[in-house]
């Protein structure tokens, strides 16, 4: 006998949502002008701009989906249809509605749609309602619906009933995000991954901690290292995906999101024709994928103009959050992860819930049947032939039924031929037995009765199993969800953290400086004067008087910066490399002092003194040293002075590098009649420690990423890439490569030996070879593999001793091997294509080099193929 007392008799839960109470009432006319936009603001706030928390929607969302459930067949409905359907329960007009329908269905999660629904990613709308259909989504059916758990209310005209929030059992506020404005404040949340957020409720309810951050269908590049949790005041930026087709062509292939392509184009247009960004034109060839091709003018840097581009238009955008949702009626500002813990703990109640109600439906179909069970056995329907009237069959049957039952109220204990009921015999029950056909009783089958009663007997146990042990369950239940709909749901938006790109450095020449030096004058518009060089409209300018002063003034069409311009050149903040070498005269002591100094930061327009401050000081040599350099001069003393050497050489190297206000070492105290230069000088601050950053892309000198070694302008850098190509560039702190291509990187040694494995497309062997390069041509790629379409790199290294693990299958089982690459093979040209190792694909390479950290993969050590 199944045993009832362990049944549960669970209260209903609780669930976190809001509860909107509707009351009529009369206003008067002074009244609702005091009370106006307090009204006006809770109205927009609770019934238009902000979601539930409940469910995750706003009020139309929630109509738009009860209206599909409510009209749910399994077909398509015409989207008119479905607007004029919903109008009953919101009370604005269809145009919104329709709004709110189109941005449902291309979100691709809740409606499953049909017909011309128009493009996010281009910005087209959809076609006329009339012409386009939907349906619920079998993911929606699953997660959104149950009318036994859902609490109601009156629609705005009274004629009908609405949720007052859907049973959402997912949390769809995250999955779909929203923004909205309302009175006062407004609401974004961005996006995130489906997939991500059931993993992250499963690791809430086990216990454990998750991050959770924003995926956009879009794609893109997502820095999140501000995003604190979709806050208030968090926020994130998001990078387009260009890549470098080839010298002349850049191709654009995910789009930030809420940015269209055409969106796109008109900044990217309008940075060009600002002279912000050099290119020749902008082709939009998106179809089922997007792609932007844009042409750059002959000589530009591909480089530079990416970063241009995320400078200067929109393919790179920063995007507050804001987390406001409705909880209780009231607006409250959380995190992604309170909100993430509100929806799996409500998600658990109503499992908890819908268990329940199973619970009380099975013990309701056991009851009814053991009673049918006991009446047609026990033959108790004949021994209502003899009675006369309705009450007199009520009374029979209910003492027929005594003998044989005990039910809670009866204190005794059972005994053997009874049966146990959970609850009181009612009248209705004794009715429905009165109801039974002749038919069913003459065809009555004893076996399978009992039959049935052990089933339910034991889905009542499991049910109350699963009750019991709710938070399993509910885990359980988020993993069926992740089975069933998570394939296809993978992360889009590639998180990695994003560099400042400073506009100065990536904006492109769109002016020229010239200066007149006697008369003091700079700017764009002295195109009778001397030219001095390119620049953009947004540099600043430096400038050096004879007078021993400096300035930096912000490029203009003419500005006057004083007479006797002896240095004029665009100025770096920050430039640590830039030395000025200088000596002057102090115009106190007639003594020559020189001093070296940097100037990395300054207050524009304001003038430094780099002398003793005497109004007689004045410069008698002045040099600017991109990189630290150190030249020799020669100095000639006036000839009627005393000094014993009127000619010698004076070495800059030997003084130190200091800050501007230094007043610097005495040359002489002799009156110098001439200073030249006599030798020009090294670097004398060292090569930059440069790091390669493979997150994106680029070099840096704060040390993140792979340690390349000290480098300095000019110096030559080697980069080999997956399809089996390398090439040589000058270094340049700017210069940035395609993480995704790139595979090694290390600056350029004439005498290093390359070690490669490979596969060889047109023969299908596994080959090893190593070769010197012997190409000097720089910025140009060259294959060091055949370049057959199946032909694929495995491994490049320039270890001296080059060792790997490698497998493959033979006869369906995994084979491992340790080569050792200077062994196998001997060094032959770059063209070569080297030595077997096996007739057929890898699998698997694993460096296994003694001294790992002289190798200079970026790619990782293990490097695995498919079949």
Known sequence: MFNFAAVSTMKKPKLIQQEIHVEDHIVTLDGMYQDYFLDYASYVILERAVPAIADGLKPVQRRILHSMFEKEDGRYHKVANLIGHTMQYHPHGDAAIGDALVNLGQKDLMIDTQGNWGDYRTGDSAAAPRYIEARLTKFALEVAFN???TEWQMSYDGRNKEPISLPMKFPLLLAQGVEGIAVGLATRILPHNFNELIKASINYLKGTKSKIYPDFETGGILDVSEYDQGRRGGKVKVRALIEIEDKKTLVIKELP???????????IVKASEKGKIKIKQVNDNTAKDVEIKVELLPGVSPEVTIDALYAFTNCEISISTNACVIVDNKPLFLSVQDILRISTENTKALLGLELQIKIDELLEKWHITSLEKIFIEKRIYRDIEECINWEQVVETIDQGLKKYIITPSDKTKSREGKVRLNREITHEDITALTEIKIKRISKYNKFQTEENLKKLEAELKETQK???????????????LYNKFGSG???????????VVQAVQVMANNSKLYVNREDGFIGYGLKKDEFVKDCSEIDDIIVFRADAKMLVSRIAEKTFVGKDIVHVDVWRKADERTTYNMIYIDGSTGKAMAKRFNVTGITRDKEYDLSKGHPKSKTVYF??????EAEIINIQLSSGCTARIKNFDFDFSDLEVKGRSSLGNIVTKYPIRKAILKEKGKSTIGAQ?????????????????KFLGGLNRGEKIIAGFKNGTYEITEYDINNRFSYDELVFIDKFDENDIFSVVYFEGEKKWSMAKRFKIETSSLNQRFSFISEHKDSKLYF??????????????QKKEKVEEILTINEFVDVKGWKAIGNKIEAL??????DQSIEPDKKKLTIGDTIEFDD
Request: proline residues 4%; without cysteine.
């Open 147 to 149: 009318k036994q758990t």
């Open 257 to 267: 999101y809420s940015i269209t392509t055409s969106n796109l184009i008109d900044s």
């Open 466 to 480: 699963h009750l019991d042990q709710l938070n399993d369950f509910t885990i359980q239940y988020y993993e069926n």
């Open 489 to 499: 749901k993978e992360r889009k938006t590639r998180i990695s953290e994003i560099e």
């Open 623 to 628: 040099s600017a040293n991109p990189e630290g």
């Open 689 to 705: 420690q440069v790091w390669y950053d493979s997150n994106t892309g680029r070099f840096n000198l704060e040390g993140r990423g």
């Open 796 to 809: 490049i290294s320039n270890h001296k001793n080059p060792e790997v693990l490698f497998s493959y299958k």
């Open 841 to 846: 694909p890898l699998i698997q390479v694993i």
